[in-house]
């Protein structure tokens, strides 16, 4: 037997905000909001369960902000790594220093409550 990652939950101050900027970064769709205000987002044809993980935007009234314990990584699926960080700069994300050297073949940036994640250089296959 084994198990299988399926949702991620990140607590935030404005889960509408954040669930905006995520639907948007991965090309994900609401798939549902919970009486607490949580929202959660993932693939239109997947859902929960399916081959990604859905994302939930908690509310939270002292979310933690800057590098967490894990982080997201994203990908380029369909253009290439610099097309993706000016799409990514637009929607909201931005640069974040963490000592990098400059060598470094990803980008370490923050969402718009300031959550660090890095974008990867290598491009991956849409589903």
């Not at 399926?6 to 101050?13: F, G, P, T, Y």
């Not at 369960?49 to 859905?54: A, E, I, S, V, Y």
């Not at 894990?70 to 994300?93: C, F, M, N, Y």
Request: proline share 9%.
């Amino acid at each position: 037997m084994a198990c299988r990652i399926s949702e991620l939950v990140l607590d935030c101050a404005d889960p509408d905000r954040l669930a905006g900027f995520w639907r948007a970064v991965l090309g994900y769709v609401e798939l549902g909001r919970e009486e607490d205000g949580s929202i959660e987002i993932g693939p239109a044809d997947g859902g929960f369960g399916g081959p990604q993980p859905t994302l939930v935007l908690s509310p939270s009234s002292d979310p933690r902000a800057g590098k967490l314990p894990l982080h997201i990584d994203v990908s380029p699926t369909d253009q290439d790594q610099g097309a993706e960080l000016e799409r990514l700069l637009a929607l909201g994300a931005r640069p974040v220093d963490v000592g990098q050297t400059g060598a470094e073949n990803w980008h370490v940036l923050a969402d718009p409550e300031g959550n660090e994640f890095c974008l990867l250089h290598d491009r991956v296959r849409p589903l």
